[in-house]
């Protein structure tokens, strides 16, 4: 209403007999110039104004609003008859509009391209490889429409132009404009951002595109081949199954960007068409498939690990029915599935997280930025989020961010699985908590000991250990501290023994060690009380008061014993009759004899001599009297 006021008060003004001639001029131009521009700002049937300018330094030149779109129920409309029917209800074009087209509604758009530099050639793109064909129609001198088709229904070798998009050649002329129609047909709604490139900036554009992608999947053949060889070389079925799912993977990110389309099937419209959701489908299942492997699933929840092997297999079933599936149908299961594997994947991540799975969380870590590249593709194509080139390729940079992650959590699972395997393997050798050998182990080393010992003609120790408080440390600390006590005692052995030396779990409460020779009587009278010594330091994380109290047996060898098991036996026994409430600490297997020296050895000749006496053995000492194996004797 006031728009109308305002323009009847312009109105009166230039009809003032007062006013000049020149203003009456001014005003009546201003008044005419306003209503020329109301009319063509509110006619739809008339042809745009050829207001597009195709300047180089500002490329790509979207459509935007400079063209007009119809949806039309008539599939059997031409150009022909659409350009001279003065019934369609044109609207202003939109570069970021989602139309709502389905297999019975076709999107026409037309547009006039003015007189422009023809120096180089130009291109009109859509830059999605989701669109399943587009036609441009070109008015040519005599009046006739030329048409030139691409997308997922025309094979790539049949385009104008074979690239990863639609890319059409269009006419430019410096004198005239031209007149353009454009028929897309899809499926599902779609966004049409038609844009306008010179062929110096499609080749630049084109050759660094090239370049990302290649690093892209050259990162991702690289992961597959790695994957492969370590699944051969370590024989771990995590592996293949990952390098299964990357390759899957590659080949939707391929179909994704039109790679796949331009390079692998450039001759198949049918498969580059039904490939589209086919292809991400299974990339879904791969990935379940990965996750219950590589959390094993199978040996923590057999329950949890057939949900996700039904949702795989419920996907092969999926990726095989949209085979025979029209693409409108093909479309809503896929959008209807593709959430569910997503979820339980998920959930059994932070399952195997809150029961103790140390490499669940950087798993997480590593799918989260596909997660966030396939909720801003959806958002793309919902109309929520504009098309740039960061969301575009969110999808690669996603699986480029997700590779290396889980290469690393791949290797670093790979090292802890070897390392159980060798612990299982060696249970019957090794005790699992301490890592320290077991009695069976110590038995074998100490007969190797004697017979060194022998042979190389010095002495050697064993001891046996006893901790004779655990029942005090359990009153008094707990049953915590109490169970932990024999790790603390095991942490001590171990730094007290040299390299050379062994230091083993006989039970719960009782160590065995081993002390290489040549061993002095003044190292063996010292290593005892050190042993000690070292038990009744306090231990970082407990109390105080709560060390161990230990015993201690001993015995030189070969002196006090040829065979390991007797000398066990006895090493033992000698345990057993101290008393634990006994201040001693240190029970030598012989009481009330001195240390004893280095035996010393003479050769004596015995080829003449008649048969020696049987020898004398003093278990006092320990000392052999007569002549050994070596032919020498004692002096």
Same mark, same amino acid.
């Given at each position: 209403?006031?728009?109308?006021? /305002? !323009? ?31 009319? +063509? ?24 609003? &400079? ?52 120096? %180089? ?23 006739? &429409? %030329? ?20 890319? $059409? ?19 599902? *709604? ?15 554009? %084109? ?55 331009? /390079? ?26 990965? #996750? ?57 991540? !932070? ?38 080139? +960061? ?15 889980? $290469? ?78 024999? +790790? ?22 009782? !160590?065995?060690?081993?002390? %290489? ?19 009744? $330091? ?60 280095? *035996?010393?050895?003479?050769? #004596? ?31």
């Amino acid at each position: 209403m006031k728009l109308a006021q /305002h !323009f009847h008060s312009l109105y009166r003004l230039s009809r003032l007999r007062h006013a000049s001639r020149a203003c009456q001029h001014w005003l009546k131009t201003i008044f005419s110039s306003l209503l020329l521009t109301i009319a +063509l700002l509110t006619s739809q049937n008339v042809w745009p104004r050829s207001i597009l300018d195709l300047d180089t330094q500002a490329q790509p030149i979207a459509l935007s609003d &400079w063209g007009d779109y119809w949806v039309s129920t008539d599939v059997g409309r031409t150009p022909e008859n659409l350009s001279t029917d003065a019934a369609v209800s044109w609207q202003p074009s939109s570069s970021t509009k989602l139309y709502p087209l389905n297999e019975d509604k076709i999107l026409w758009l037309r547009f006039t391209v003015p007189p422009a530099p023809d120096a %180089e050639r130009w291109y009109l793109q859509m830059p999605s490889t989701q669109v399943e064909k587009i036609t441009v129609f070109t008015l040519n001198s005599v009046g006739l &429409w %030329e048409a030139q088709s691409a997308g997922d229904l025309v094979a790539v070798d049949n385009w104008p132009l074979p690239s990863r998009y639609p890319i $059409m050649p269009i006419t430019v002329s410096a004198e005239i404009q031209h007149r353009f129609l454009v028929r897309i047909e899809n499926s599902r *709604p779609i966004i049409a951002p038609l844009e306008f490139i010179s062929e110096a900036y499609l080749s630049r554009t %084109e050759q660094r595109n090239s370049l990302l992608l290649g690093i892209f999947f050259g990162l991702a053949g690289l992961a597959v081949a790695i994957s492969l060889l370590s699944a051969v070389s370590l024989r771990d079925s995590a592996y293949g199954v990952y390098a299964l799912s990357v390759a899957v993977s590659g080949l939707a990110q391929a179909r994704r960007t039109g790679t796949a389309g331009l /390079h692998l099937w450039p001759n198949q419209p049918w498969w580059n068409d039904v490939s589209t959701t086919l292809l991400p489908t299974l990339e879904m299942s791969a990935a379940l498939l990965f #996750i219950s492997v590589v959390v094993a699933l199978p040996e923590r929840s057999r329950r949890l690990n057939l949900s996700l092997v039904l949702m795989t297999v419920l996907g092969l079933l999926i990726a095989l029915a949209m085979m025979k599936m029209p693409t409108e149908q093909r479309i809503d299961i896929f959008h209807a599935y593709i959430f569910l594997p997503q979820l339980l994947g998920a959930y059994a991540l !932070f399952w195997a997280w809150r029961r103790g799975d140390r490499f669940a969380p950087w798993l997480i870590l590593g799918f989260t930025p596909m997660v966030l590249a396939e909720m801003s593709l959806l958002a793309k194509n919902a109309g929520l989020l504009e098309p740039s080139g +960061l969301v575009v390729y969110s999808s690669q940079i996603g699986l480029a961010l997700q590779l290396p992650i889980i $290469m690393v959590v791949q290797m670093l699972r790979s090292a802890q699985r070897r390392e159980n395997i060798r612990r299982i393997s060696g249970l019957d050798r090794v005790d699992p908590e301490t890592g320290l050998i077991n009695g069976y182990v110590l038995v074998e080393r100490l007969k190797r000991m004697i017979g060194r010992s022998t042979r190389l003609k010095h002495s050697s120790a064993v001891l046996l250990i006893d901790i004779v408080n655990t029942e005090q440390i359990y009153r008094e600390f707990g049953r915590q501290a109490a169970d932990e006590l024999p +790790l603390r005692v095991a942490e001590r052995l171990l730094s007290t023994a040299r390299e050379i030396d062994s230091a083993a779990r006989l039970s719960t409460r009782r !160590f065995g060690m081993l002390v %290489e020779g040549p061993i002095s009587s003044e190292e063996a009278a010292s290593l005892r009380p050190r042993i000690v010594a070292r038990c009744l $330091m306090p231990y970082k994380g407990l109390q105080e008061n709560c060390v161990a109290s230990v015993h201690i047996a001993y015995a030189l060898v070969p002196q006090q014993g040829l065979d390991a098991q007797v000398l066990m036996a006895r090493l033992e026994a000698r345990l057993a009759a101290a008393l634990p409430s006994d201040k001693r600490a240190v029970f030598p297997l012989i009481e009330g004899l001195p240390e004893l020296k280095k *035996p010393r050895w003479k050769k #004596i000749d015995l080829s003449n001599s008649s048969p020696a006496p049987e020898s004398k053995k003093s278990v006092v000492l320990g000392e052999e009297f007569g002549v050994n194996s070596f032919g020498q004797a004692r002096t």
